[in-house]
């Protein structure tokens, strides 16, 4: 097995607001999770603690549950997580407000006889399977959403976790019946990649390669080689800026089974 991991800041002066993780259980097999908490805008988001607190608290316990009941499906995990998560902070913040600390989220889990996944809002999974074919695995909810409604603060709230709009890791459990999940039998997988917006736009705002090029790039160059080919062209001063900033948190987890 190897496992290759990297983040990165958009900005060097704000805190990184991604979070990743992988382990191998001594159970066997093993589990990945990436988190992109969700950047609210300037303003009141009722909560005390921010978004990195939130990420590493929900990422740590379904990092922990995901390694510790391999009885529960992922989507139970994850409704779990958000659960205690909510539990966490309820007492303290104001968990019904539309900008309360939210994040996308990325779960693999694997043994000797399948591949779990699960996908939530807008980052990527992509899978190799043993033919030498790249699949992405994606929630394209939000990326049907108009670009000039996401422009307005107003609905983009009223869209999050709504019917006909997104849907994030919040305060409600029930967002996680709404992740897009699967099982593929493990011998029909080899790798696996789970890439933040902000790595996953080397293909999907970029277009510098297809999926299954942005994963040769991970296995040749690595996770910080992806992001690195990813800075540089955000550096470039005549490409325009990526949807509605230059720079994003980057992050980027590569397996091979």
């Not at 080899?190 to 890439?195: E, I, K, N, P, T």
């Given at each position: 097995m190897r496992i290759d991991l990297a983040t990165a800041p958009g900005d060097p002066e704000h805190p990184n607001e991604d979070w990743l993780s992988a382990s191998a259980p001594a159970s066997g097999g093993g589990v990945l999770v990436v988190l992109d908490g969700v950047t609210p805008p300037r303003g009141e988001d009722g909560c005390v603690h921010g978004v990195p607190w939130f990420a590493a608290r929900l990422g740590g316990r379904l990092t922990e549950l995901s390694g510790s009941r391999r009885d529960m499906p992922l989507d139970r995990i994850l409704a779990r997580a958000i659960?205690?998560?909510?539990?966490?902070?309820?007492?303290?913040c104001d968990l019904s407000h539309a900008r309360t600390p939210q994040a996308t989220v990325v779960m693999v889990r694997w043994d000797g006889s399948c591949v779990e996944h699960l996908v939530l809002s807008d980052s990527v999974l992509l899978l190799r399977g043993a033919d030498g074919r790249v699949s992405a695995v994606l929630d394209d909810r939000l990326d049907r959403i108009p670009r000039e409604v996401l422009a307005s603060v107003a609905a983009t709230?009223?869209?999050?976790?709504?019917?006909?709009g997104f849907?994030?890791?919040?305060?409600d459990p029930a967002a996680a019946d709404r992740a897009v999940t699967g099982r593929t039998p493990r011998e029909e997988v080899?790798?696996?990649?789970?890439?933040t917006d902000g790595a996953s736009r080397w293909t999907d705002t970029f277009g510098e390669g297809d999926w299954a090029a942005c994963l040769d790039v991970l296995r040749k160059e690595g996770a910080e080689g992806l992001i690195g080919r990813v800075r540089?062209?955000?550096s470039d001063p005549l490409r325009p800026s990526a949807r509605y900033k230059r720079h994003d948190d980057a992050s980027a987890l590569y397996a091979e089974l």
């Open positions: 659960g205690d998560t909510a539990d966490a902070h309820r007492g303290t709230d009223a869209l999050r976790n709504a019917e006909g849907w994030t890791a919040a305060t080899v790798a696996v990649a789970a890439l540089a062209i955000e």
